[in-house]
């Protein structure tokens, strides 16, 4: 059905508009014989004319229509219908060059149908134009899904087309793409020695949408023996490319579950493991800053509508200054006066995180609130054969290290940073020496929530944002800091990417349900033998 794609502009004029195969088809299309109609449709697309492909496409639309002038009937397009006075009126155009023939009485006309039986017989050449359309479209997504398609319907018409396409492709998915089109089009319909080669090149190009053809041209006895061979070994080799491909990915998306953990806890590690303070509103901070992203994102829309791509390097920073202002503000109205009592500083910031739920329910309702993605962060990017890494987790593992990165420059190469690690190991001597513990206090813990508005704001590309998004990560976020070793940032870092890569390797045998108990059992008995963490640290509660 697809063999007429392989004409160039030059065939589009293989039968004139006024020849009588297309005057007998035109007349065969207002009558009632089903065969005939549908013979009719037959010859105007083989034509290959892309404007009787449009009166097609208009007859799929159901804009056909039929007049009778002087005893001779006349098929047109119809256009735009209006009213005048108590008539209904119609604008109509020739059916093959869409010449205006003026506005009639829609009641003058009689309109051509098309059935599903006839819309199937149409829909055929419709898309072989779509398609070839698309394989010189400038994007090269498009063309890519168009060899895919191509490749998927393997009919061997398509091949000339495909030829052509690959000569003048210079992109390397698509040049893929369309190599592997044509082997898959040549293993269906090509002589032995043909098939033979087309599964050796399916081979090579480690095709995983070519393993039902290959399996049934092993199964097939029928079949030459060298191209059943040449099927068999096409398959080991695609099935150890596709080994390979898993192995990579899962260990992208373990490096991606660690980079989303180590934003959670980054904030934690420093309110709880250089404060010592158990901030069971963690979470809700985090639910703040996706919030504000929310916000920006709105604000965008309505405000700067053609820059909203822009919107999330804008939420960035406002994520972590709101958050980092609501826990200025916990800090300085309660939790400075609990220093030293963790049971009370837990009950309290508990308390904290309902009314920050609650308020969130009350201002945004309680139903998840869309973030959507920019298109920079849209898509991903094709790495390997059968493996596209997606653009919002790779950025995800870039904000993850930049802010390790930002935060050990902070600790250990800023005044800010010495005068916290003071206060951290002797309160009392800090103060002796003029720091003002206080200020401290209230910066590192501003910071530490700051740090996880900034987690929120990440993780609205990958998740839902409501209410209760904290509650969904704040016993992650325990965990990877009880587990490295309470104030020691290198256990945190480490035990995010253990316990990310651990948890990806185990859920494909176990799932995730059973995945994530299998790792709290691994977490408890491993602080049954290292109660410390990772790495052990003096801090507030380490002071005799």
């Not at 069971?280 to 919030?291: I, N, P, R, T, V």
């Not at 977490?523 to 963490?533: E, H, K, M, S």
Request: with cysteine.
């Amino acid at each position: 059905m697809v063999a007429w794609l392989a004409a160039g502009a030059a065939g589009h004029a293989a039968l004139p508009p006024a020849s009588p195969e297309i005057a007998g088809a035109l007349t065969d299309l207002t009558g009632e014989d089903a065969d005939k109609r549908e013979a009719a449709v037959t010859v105007l697309g083989k034509t290959r004319d892309p404007r009787w492909l449009q009166f097609l496409h208009a007859l799929r639309e159901g804009s056909v229509y039929a007049r009778t002038r002087a005893g001779k009937t006349e098929v047109v397009v119809g256009g735009a219908k209006a009213t005048r006075g108590d008539q209904d009126v119609i604008d109509i155009a020739s059916a093959y060059d869409r010449g205006p023939l003026g506005t009639v009485p829609l009641a003058e006309l009689k309109e051509v149908p098309a059935d599903r039986r006839l819309r199937l017989v149409i829909k055929p050449y419709l898309d072989a134009d779509e398609t070839r359309t698309q394989l010189a479209d400038p994007d090269p997504a498009v063309r890519r899904g168009a060899a895919v398609k191509l490749g998927n319907q393997a009919e061997a018409g398509a091949a000339p087309v495909v030829e052509a396409a690959l000569e003048r492709e210079a992109d390397r998915w698509v040049r893929h793409a369309l190599r592997e089109a044509l082997a898959l089009i040549r293993l269906a319909n090509g002589n032995p020695a043909q098939r033979a080669d087309a599964a050796r090149t399916l081979g090579e190009l480690h095709s995983e949408s070519a393993r039902p053809a290959l399996e049934r041209l092993v199964a097939d006895t029928g079949a030459s023996p060298a191209a059943r061979e040449a099927a068999g070994q096409a398959i080991r080799r695609i099935d150890r490319w596709g080994l390979l491909t898993r192995t990579v990915e899962t260990l992208f998306q373990g490096a991606s579950l660690a980079s989303i953990l180590l934003l959670m806890a980054l904030g934690l590690a420093v309110v709880f493991g250089l404060m010592g303070v158990i901030n069971m509103a963690h979470g809700e901070l985090m639910a703040l800053g996706a919030y504000a992203t929310f916000v920006v994102q709105n604000w965008f829309r309505a405000a700067w509508p053609e820059r909203v791509d822009l919107y999330f390097v804008v939420a960035l920073p406002v994520a972590f200054l709101v958050a980092a202002a609501v826990g200025l503000v916990l800090e300085r109205g309660v939790i400075r006066l609990l220093y030293g009592r963790p049971l009370e500083t837990l009950l309290l910031t508990w308390g904290a995180s309902l009314i920050i739920q609650q308020g969130l329910r009350l201002w945004f309702g309680a139903a998840n609130v869309d973030v959507s993605a920019p298109r920079w962060l849209s898509g991903g990017v094709p790495v390997m054969v059968g493996l596209t890494l997606p653009y919002n987790r790779v950025f995800i593992i870039g904000l993850a290290t930049v802010s390790v990165g930002a935060m050990y420059w902070l600790l250990f190469r800023t005044s800010a940073g010495l005068r916290i690690r003071a206060v951290t190991q002797n309160r009392a001597m800090s103060s002796c020496l003029g720091v003002r513990a206080g200020l401290v206090d209230a910066t590192t813990f501003a910071f530490g929530a700051g740090l996880a508005g900034l987690a929120g704001c990440a993780l609205t590309q990958i998740g839902n944002v409501g209410p209760s998004l904290g509650q969904n990560y704040i016993v992650d976020s325990f965990m990877v800091v009880v587990t490295g070793g309470v104030g020691k940032l290198a256990g945190t870092i480490l035990a995010a990417a253990g316990l990310g890569g651990l948890t990806k390797g185990i859920e494909p045998a176990l799932g995730a349900v059973f995945g994530k108990v299998a790792i709290l059992v691994a977490v408890i008995l491993f602080l049954q033998r290292r109660p410390a963490g990772l790495f052990a640290t003096r801090g507030r509660n380490a002071e005799a």
